[in-house]
Every structure is written in structure tokens, then in C-alpha cells.
């Protein structure tokens, strides 16, 4: 059995797992040394230590390692007779090791407009976390219901910078060049390090962009994080097209 595609994709979906490995066996024993098992917080999901009771004590150490936190791995060593009650009289050395899931894939949309109603609908399906923020409580009352998705409707945009963390992937889509310019100056104030930050509009918005920025503080450094404009250079100007277009980019920098 190799786990590890399995397990890669329960890391992605956000599920804490503990892999369980036969180190060592010796005499009369159901399993094999190297033999595998997946087990999530609802039990065994895929492989096995050899059945029986053995299998289903090391699945309830690793449910119980799961539930605990904390401990990462564990070794022990079982008599089969004398510590789990079976008839062979042979040991099997277990390695459990506790393995987190993958922290989410964050993503920030600062605008709630025509382009994030097409760009939203395209997200959700994917694996990931989405907070949109917009003063207009009308504009976000008009995106899907989800359960990744987050809207929140603060005064003003640049009040959303708290919900940014340090590998975000942040979408500034606002009403314009004026609302954009202290979203990003927040943002990247906070999280220098920001993996993503994309600003739709013209190269001639970049400028102007840019400019403001400057004039704020903001160092070159930073500036060289914003990808503006947003979005792979595909399509028109469609709102669908551009929200397939940032997708696409999004895909291609995670």
C-alpha cells in the first residue's frame, strides 16, 4: 500500500489523520513489518495492520491520539496475548504517527461587484476559505450561500485588513482606485510577506497606484508584491471572463 497520495488528499481537505505502521513483528502475528493503515476521527479509512483486535485496539490509540493533540508520534510494542487478549502469542511494534491537516487555502476579496458575483460562484467549489468584504450589504447579500464562504459588511473596506493573515491570497476588486489604495496599503503594512495580492484595472491604474503608495511610505519592496493588473491575460471584458482569468491566475500562484 502506498499511502501517500491518500494522505496528501486528506491534508488537503482539511482532515487530521494518524498514519499507523507495522515497525517490527516477531512470532505469531496477523500483520506484517511495514504493513499501513489510515485512521481519521472517524475511524479506519484505508489499509490495514492485520484485523482482528490488534487492528482495532491501534485504531482506538490512534482515534485517541487524534483527540488528544499534541503528541505527534508514539511506539509501542505489543504482547498479543498478554496486552490484547488474542490466542497468538507473538509482539508487533506499532509506529503511530499524527499528521495535521494542511492549513487552508485563504482567500480575501476586498468587493463585492459584478466581477466577485461571477468570480465567487467559480471559488467555492474549490478547497478553500473565502471572507469577502463590502460596505454594501446588499451587493454581498446577492453571493451564493456556502460553507467556505464568509461575508462581512463593514464600514468601510480597509476595516477587513484584520481578517488577512500572512498567507492569504488577497483580491482587491473594490469600487475603484480611491477605495483600493488603503486596502493595499493596509494589507501589505500588515503582512509585508503576503503571498498574493492582485488589484484589477489598467496599467494606467497601476501608475496611479503605485504613486498614492509611495506617497504613503511604502517602499519598492512592497510595491513589487502587487499584481495588478489581475488576472491571466485571456478573454475580454465580460465579468465572467475576468473572473475565469483571476481564477486561473489564483490556480497557477497557489
Do not use: Y
Amino acid at each position: 500500500m502506498n499511502p501517500w497520495p491518500e494522505i496528501a488528499r486528506l491534508q488537503d481537505a482539511g482532515t487530521d489523520l494518524v498514519v499507523v505502521t507495522v515497525a517490527a513483528a516477531r512470532g505469531s502475528v496477523p500483520g506484517e513489518a511495514g504493513a499501513k493503515m489510515i485512521v481519521t476521527r472517524d475511524g479506519l479509512l484505508h489499509g490495514t495492520v492485520g484485523g482482528g483486535r490488534i487492528e482495532a485496539r491501534a485504531i482506538e490509540e490512534a482515534t485517541a491520539m487524534l483527540a488528544r493533540g499534541g503528541e505527534s508520534t508514539r511506539l509501542v510494542c505489543w504482547n498479543l496475548q498478554r496486552d490484547i487478549g488474542m490466542t497468538c502469542g507473538g509482539e508487533m511494534t506499532l509506529l503511530f504517527e499524527r499528521l495535521a491537516a494542511a492549513p487552508p487555502w485563504h482567500i480575501a476579496i476586498f468587493g463585492a461587484g459584478h466581477v466577485v458575483q461571477a468570480l465567487v460562484p467559480i471559488l467555492v467549489p474549490l478547497a478553500c476559505r473565502i471572507d469577502v468584504i463590502d460596505p454594501r450589504i446588499d451587493w454581498l447579500e446577492r453571493l451564493p450561500r456556502a460553507r467556505n464562504l464568509s461575508t462581512h459588511p463593514l464600514p468601510d473596506f480597509e476595516a477587513g485588513a484584520g481578517l488577512v493573515g500572512p498567507r492569504s491570497f488577497v483580491l482587491s476588486i473594490t469600487k475603484g482606485h480611491a477605495s483600493d489604495v488603503p486596502v493595499l496599503r493596509e494589507v501589505l503594512t500588515r503582512h509585508p510577506e503576503i503571498p498574493f495580492l492582485g488589484v484589477i484595472g489598467s496599467a494606467s491604474k497601476k501608475a496611479a497606484l503605485f504613486r498614492d503608495l509611495r506617497e504613503a511610505g511604502l517602499g519598492e519592496d512592497l510595491l513589487e508584491k502587487i499584481t495588478c493588473p489581475l488576472g491571466l491575460p485571456v478573454g475580454g471584458n465580460d465579468p465572467h471572463e475576468i473572473a475565469i482569468s483571476i481564477a486561473a491566475q489564483l490556480l497557477e500562484r497557489k
